[in-house]
């Protein structure tokens, strides 16, 4: 390409680019390691001895007239970005603001309640021995939540913790009675995620060992908790239940918040159970070496509170991150 050519195309590249990130590709071009002018400039030991001077001073000449030019026309689009009309007039652009997901705001919630009684916050590892997730809670060798298909087992032997009770002997292990802890945190269970089950959830259980703790103290306890939780107004009953850390053990039942107690599609019965109780099985505190005291202890799904309390239908909402469906709880301050 003679230079008087490439001194015209230059000038029309650069006439021709409307944006900085144009006019690099222009500088790239011509002026770049590979450009045209710089291959004529690399390459002047070809020509004849006779011509090289001549070249070699129009080429670096024409060199600083593109570089000019470059720099006057960034210059130029630079100060036309920065002086672009704006109309301010327009209203702004709202942006989104985030909110705490609503079983982290029901668990705060639930933790405040506890706390105002008296109870301290404990938490554990979320990965287990079968020991502390089973052995120490009075659960045998031969019952079914050790199956394989009730529990994740890891490779080592170690497993994902099917609730929070193994905090609880981590605790009395460390320190000895009179304590009253709650133990929030996440827990695994081999579930089909479906509207009401999951893999995974959310529990708080309870625990208060003393001198002379007795049933009519988990009731009193209980039965503040879901008047906090669900309104004055609630109506709780305590069934018969089972469970193999607590004996005598119960199942707490509320009213149904959404046919009063009448019976309705949800409930069938006019109740609905939030959570188990009991108190502190005997050979817990036996082999913990706390044979004097006794104590209650009690498990709810903060899942299965959030669905009763807030209305939802499928527990699978919960965790799909549908922005949709997170934003009706943002006005829900802790």
């Known amino acids: 390409m003679k230079l008087d050519d490439l001194k015209k195309n230059a000038k029309e590249d650069i006439n021709k680019a409307t944006l900085i990130k144009e006019l690099e590709s222009v500088r790239i071009k011509y002026l770049g390691r590979k450009g045209s002018l710089t291959n ?5 030991g ?12 129009t080429a670096n ?4 007239e593109i570089t000019n030019l470059l720099e006057e026309k960034k210059k130029y689009l630079e100060e036309s970005r920065a002086l672009e009309w704006e109309d301010l007039s327009l209203p702004g652009r709202k942006t989104s603001k985030g909110s705490l997901h609503p079983l982290t705001i029901l668990s705060q919630e639930i933790i405040d309640i506890f706390m105002s009684m008296g109870f301290s916050v404990v938490r554990g590892p979320e990965i287990e021995t079968e020991y502390y997730n089973f052995n120490a809670l009075n659960t045998p060798e031969d019952h079914p939540a050790r199956d394989l298909h009730d529990t994740f087992y890891l490779k080592d032997g170690r497993l994902l913790r099917t609730h929070t009770s193994p905090v609880q002997i981590r605790t009395l292990e460390k320190h000895s009675p009179p304590l009253r802890i709650i133990s929030p945190g996440r827990c695994y269970r081999v579930d089909t995620f479906d509207p009401t089950h999951s893999p995974t ?9 003393d001198y002379d703790v007795s049933m009519s103290d988990l009731f009193g306890t209980l039965e503040l908790f879901t008047k906090k939780i669900f309104g004055e107004g609630i ?6 239940g089972y469970f193999p850390f607590t004996e005598p053990s119960a199942e707490v039942w509320i009213q149904c ?18 959570l188990g109780a009991g108190m502190v099985h005997p050979n817990i ?6 044979s004097e005291f006794t104590g209650f202890a ?7 509170i959030a669905m009763i309390k807030y209305n939802i239908n499928d527990i699978r909402l919960f965790y799909q991150n549908d922005i949709q469906f997170l934003n009706q709880f943002n006005e829900i301050k802790l």
């Open 40 to 44: 004529i400039l690399h390459s002047i």
């Open 46 to 57: 070809d020509f004849p001895k006779e011509d090289r001077p001549l070249i070699g001073q």
């Open 61 to 64: 000449k024409l060199k600083r």
């Open 201 to 209: 959830f959310v529990q708080i259980e309870g625990l208060w060992v």
């Open 235 to 240: 109506r709780t009953e305590f069934l018969p």
């Open 257 to 274: 918040p959404f046919c009063d107690g009448k019976g309705c599609s949800v409930c069938h019965s006019g109740l609905i159970e939030i």
């Open 285 to 290: 505190l036996k082999n913990l070496g706390y």
């Open 298 to 304: 009690f498990g709810l799904g903060v899942d299965r």
